[in-house]
């Protein structure tokens, strides 16, 4: 017998990336002479792939021959993923002797993250499916501890810590979706956590079978068989993301401005205190492509939204894209990482923004500047050797393919492959030329419109420079003061001040002098509507985490305020959304007092009802309890049944609404998701069995009660229930395609 080895482990459920990993063959029992074996790879046509090599890094071929001793000691090789896989070990390593027989296999999966927009159905219902399960996992860590990791006292930690932005943004970024992917991984092992690119459209995305429809209301629509459709935070139902872009054919974007895309944002510099001002633009651009009212456009609550991991996932696949183009691996390089060694007291940065650090909450800190308290426990290990350790230090992000000797975190990216760098230069592979060149000659290009935005004298001229140009390098401090001289001229065209506002968005992300400025044009009535109107885009772009922002947070939520009672409609429909993500109490009281006397109301009533369910309290429920007995329009009582789904005494309120079939199918939808919330475990069975075997029910309610029900950890007992599964004999022949799809997936479990 013939022992194939790979990467420590025997079984065959391994798992690997574009990193080489350590392998070896050997006999199990002593025998009379060497053999003479082939290593070769065999997989699906649409599945993984991989090489062998004798040495790490080295040249790989497709085949590799060798002579195994007779004593049983091991032969060491090297296996590369040189392909994706698409399902759970796909790819089979044969041993071919020299008769032409397999004497030995071993199953594997190239397990690499992708762009989500390309993924196959299958991979994609994986994902949607494990991420619905941990949401409804009650142990450590669940779903409600990665909220926990980034809420508001998490954020000073993660994001902004006295005003100065934080080197430690990406690589704590890069450690939490990790640990998440991990966590999904324990769920379905073929899971990998997909990644938004933002950049580019991405419209099979954002679709009812995915992250979930736009209905131009703020509440996403889910299929029926997307796992999503029951998503439930805190008890409260739905996901509320209205995008402020063309989701079907543009990139993401808001009305100040595009999001800089990979060749842009990697042209910043090669230098990771130059490059980290991608925190602002894309990574904040991306998280306020929506309206304010969604939960991702916020800190405290973005990771409400599945979609917030999947940004996060894109954030990291550049900066790892950057390491590439840079050969930035080396931890002890200041251009790689700039805050070396350990903090000390009186450095001006504070503790977990040094490489030697270990990283909050995986190491358990709650004193000092450090949050109050570490949800989640130590950082999740895999079944075989890889990075990081379960007290993760910053350094342990940096290197995350192992090239310098470490172990690699298991988390590639499929444009990124792994190539051994010479000392100094950036990896030599077609794809990394590509980009080099690109961004070459995006900097080539971006230096040329920046004189000529410079040396441009006329108005005419100016607007056509500002027109072409991206946006202004905030370094470059004689084209920022040309161009914010402009912004605060009150003489000047209001066209050409906006076009220069436009362009200083990363300048405005660390100033406070444009902070305050724009706060104060936000507030003065003087001032024409366009402006102000640039003005409150400016600081929506870089609200996410601008350290200037946070510093002026009080006069900005000041000026909102005022803002409530404005007569132009733009002005005050943001200021109610993004004062009601700050979980404004002044805004709350208006909001409610508006719902009690429409006299008083500054927004329609199932707008008021959204923006209080953002901060849904028990105060609140009693009015919204009366609406939705006395009203008879159906989007009020959608977002009435949702805002009032963390309420025990509306469930039976939500129940009979359910029960009318007259109703329209969408409203007993929202009706459904939200018992799946306020239900007792016992309860939530009975009532999802009864409306999959209620034969006269709507075929697409009767799915997503079987999706719901299929999710819970129970369901293997659930379906050995006779009548049950004799049930779902019958719905997999039904014609309704969801019924059939879900019905087969369930028998498959007895």
Not at 22 to 33: E, G
Not at 166 to 188: G, M, N, T
Not at 311 to 332: F, G, P
Not at 344 to 367: C, H, L, V, Y
Request: net charge negative; hydrophobic share 40%.
């Amino acid at each position: 017998m013939i022992n194939i080895i790979i990467n420590g482990q025997s079984q065959n459920t391994n798992y690997i990336g574009w990193t080489p990993v350590s392998c070896s063959i050997s006999y199990s029992a002593p025998q009379t002479a060497p053999g003479n074996i082939v290593l070769s790879n065999q997989s699906t046509p649409a599945g993984g792939n991989v090489q062998f090599s004798n040495n790490f890094g080295g040249p790989s071929s497709p085949t590799l021959s060798v002579t195994i001793p007779s004593d049983g000691t091991a032969v060491n090789f090297y296996t590369v993923g040189t392909k994706a896989s698409v399902d759970d070990q796909d790819v089979t390593i044969q041993a071919i002797d020299s008769t032409g027989a397999t004497v030995a296999q071993a199953t594997l999966m190239v397990r690499i993250r992708k762009n989500a927009n390309i993924l196959t159905a299958a991979e994609r219902d994986r994902f949607l499916t494990a991420m619905a399960k941990l949401n409804l996992t009650t142990g450590i860590p669940s779903y409600k501890d990665f909220l926990d990791m980034h809420n508001e006292a998490a954020d000073s930690e993660i994001h902004t810590s006295s005003n100065i932005p934080r080197c430690s943004f990406l690589p704590w970024h890069r450690a939490y979706v990790l640990d998440l992917e991990r966590q999904l991984q324990k769920i379905d092992p073929s899971v990998t956590l997909p990644y938004w690119k933002f950049d580019e459209a991405a419209p099979n995305l954002f679709t009812a079978d995915f992250m979930g429809a736009d209905t131009g209301t703020g509440l996403l629509s889910f299929s029926p068989t997307n796992p999503l459709i029951t998503w439930t935070i805190g008890g409260s139902t739905g996901v509320i993301r209205q995008p402020l872009f063309p989701v079907q054919t543009s990139a993401a974007n808001n009305s100040h401005g595009s999001i800089s895309n990979d060749q842009h944002t990697l042209g910043v510099s090669s230098n990771f205190l130059k490059f980290r001002v991608m925190e602002n633009n894309p990574h904040g651009y991306a998280h306020v492509s929506f309206d304010p009212s969604g939960p991702i456009t916020s800190p405290p609550t973005a990771p409400q939204d599945p979609l917030f991991f999947m940004l996060h996932c894109n954030v990291d696949r550049i900066w790892a894209l950057w390491q590439a183009v840079n050969n930035r691996y080396d931890k002890t390089n200041t251009s790689t990482y700039p805050n070396q060694g350990a903090w000390a007291s009186g450095d001006s940065q504070n503790i977990g923004d040094f490489a030697n650090d270990t990283m909050w909450p995986w190491n358990g800190n709650t004193t000092g500047t450090r949050p109050p308290t570490a949800p989640g426990g130590q950082f999740p290990q895999n079944s075989f050797a890889a990075s990081p350790t379960v007290v993760p230090a910053v350094w342990e992000m940096i290197d995350y393919q192992g090239y310098n000797g470490g172990l690699p975190i298991f988390a590639d990216y499929d444009t990124i492959k792994f190539v051994l760098p010479t000392p100094a230069v950036a990896p030599a592979s077609p794809e990394m030329n590509l980009v080099m060149e690109n961004i070459d000659s995006e900097n080539t290009k971006k230096n040329q419109l920046a004189s000529q935005l410079m040396a441009a004298n006329t108005a005419p001229a100016i607007a056509r420079a500002l027109d072409n140009i991206p946006s202004i390098d905030p370094d470059n401090q004689d084209l920022v003061k040309k161009a914010y001289s402009l912004v605060i001229d009150k003489k000047e065209n209001s066209s050409l001040r906006l076009k220069a506002l436009e362009k200083l968005t990363n300048y405005v992300f660390t100033s406070d002098v444009a902070v305050t400025d724009l706060i104060n044009i936000l507030g003065d009535e003087k001032e024409p509507a366009l402006i102000r109107r640039g003005a409150m885009n400016a600081l929506y772009t870089v609200s996410f985490s601008s350290p200037a922002l946070a510093k002026n947070l009080a006069s900005y939520k000041t000026v909102l305020r005022k803002l409530l009672a404005s007569k132009d409609p733009e002005l005050l429909n943001h200021a109610a959304a993004k004062l009601a993500s700050y979980k404004d109490e002044q805004l709350q009281n208006i909001l409610l007092e508006g719902l009690k006397d429409q006299s008083k109301a500054i927004l329609p009533e199932e707008k008021a009802i959204q923006l209080l369910g953002l901060d849904i309290r028990a105060e609140h429920f009693p009015t919204i309890r009366k609406i939705l007995s006395e009203t008879h329009n159906e989007k009020i009582m959608k977002e009435a049944v949702i805002a009032l789904s963390p309420d025990p005494q509306s469930v039976s309120a939500i129940e009979n609404i359910f029960k009318n079939k007259k109703l329209s199918k969408d409203l007993r939808l929202t009706c459904l998701s939200a018992l799946h919330g306020s239900l007792d475990p016992a309860a939530l069975r009975a009532f999802l069995q009864s409306v999959i075997l209620d034969g006269t029910e709507d075929n697409d309610i009767r799915t997503a009660a079987l999706n719901a029900l299929s999710l819970r950890s129970d369901f293997k007992e659930i379906i050995k229930d006779q009548k049950f599964s004799s049930a779902l004999e019958q719905l997999k022949n039904s014609d309704h395609i969801g019924l059939k799809k879900l019905s087969t997936q369930a028998l498959k479990t007895k």
